[in-house]
């Protein structure tokens, strides 16, 4: 089975612009989380979505959404871009809401200017 | 708050060592705990999760051990090789069982492995 994957691996933005990030789960795993790494907070959880819902939300602010399709792949946006949204961002699928086991992306490094 | 503590920061072992890394949890809720691994441009990898069902769990030179009461669990690396060099993070969440996988991630530990 191929592994989780993310569009685009690298991208360089300005501060205000906006940004959309995909991330296609492996066949067959209906929930998708997201997650912000970066070298001062470490991994912090942004989202989670399981059948096109999102059912959990962590601690960032309203410039940071999701979203789901009906095929399982996510998409996650940032509006309003700030220098400290520079990070790698990871998504992780798993094969069911009630499923613990997640598997990483390769993730999308993201360099505000 | 769901914090997860995790020690050391850095650790240098030589090829054939053992290496361990503790973490701490708050959450009492918590029953799912994985173990990352990610080396230096790369994907976290899972190498091994236990369930709050379970004490202990091994697979090869990988071992992981969990204390309910003290809310603790420690990742065990026996025979170190230099190809075990990687960041690894430990993580806790309430996904066994369907409430959320939302995953509460640790700080990370360096571990160097010295030929």
């Known amino acids: 089975k191929a592994g989780v994957t993310q569009t685009p691996r690298y991208l360089i933005k300005t501060r205000g612009q906006q940004v959309t990030l995909s991330c296609s789960p492996i066949?067959?795993?209906?929930?998708v989380s997201w997650y912000q790494q970066t070298p001062g907070q470490g991994l912090q959880f942004l989202f989670e979505y399981f059948s096109e819902t999102q059912r959990n939300k962590g601690n960032f602010p309203g410039r940071f959404s999701g979203r789901q399709f009906s095929n399982s792949r996510s998409e996650m946006n940032v509006s309003t871009l700030e220098l400290g949204d520079s990070a790698l961002y990871l998504c992780?699928?798993?094969?069911?809401?009630?499923?613990?086991?997640?598997?990483f992306g390769p993730g999308t490094r993201l360099t505000v200017l | 708050g769901e914090n997860v503590e995790q020690h050391p920061s850095t650790l240098s072992v030589q090829e054939g060592d053992s290496a361990v890394i503790k973490c701490t949890y708050s959450?009492?809720?918590?029953?799912?705990f994985p173990w990352y691994k990610q080396e230096l441009g790369k994907r976290p990898q899972l190498i091994i999760d236990?369930?709050?069902?379970?004490g202990e769990k091994k697979d090869q030179r990988i071992a992981v051990t969990l204390n309910k009461t003290a809310k603790h669990f420690s990742l065990h690396i026996t025979e170190t090789q230099p190809e075990d060099s990687a960041v690894y993070f430990c993580?806790?969440?309430?996904?066994?069982?369907?409430?959320?996988?939302?995953?509460?991630f640790g700080t990370g530990t360096l571990l160097a492995v010295q030929p």
């Open positions: 993580a806790a969440s309430k996904g066994y069982g369907g409430a959320t996988n939302k995953l509460i």
């Open positions: 992780a699928s798993s094969k069911d809401f009630h499923t613990d086991t997640q598997y």
């Open positions: 236990i369930r709050s069902n379970v």
């Open positions: 959450d009492s809720a918590s029953n799912y």
């Open positions: 066949s067959g795993h209906r929930s």
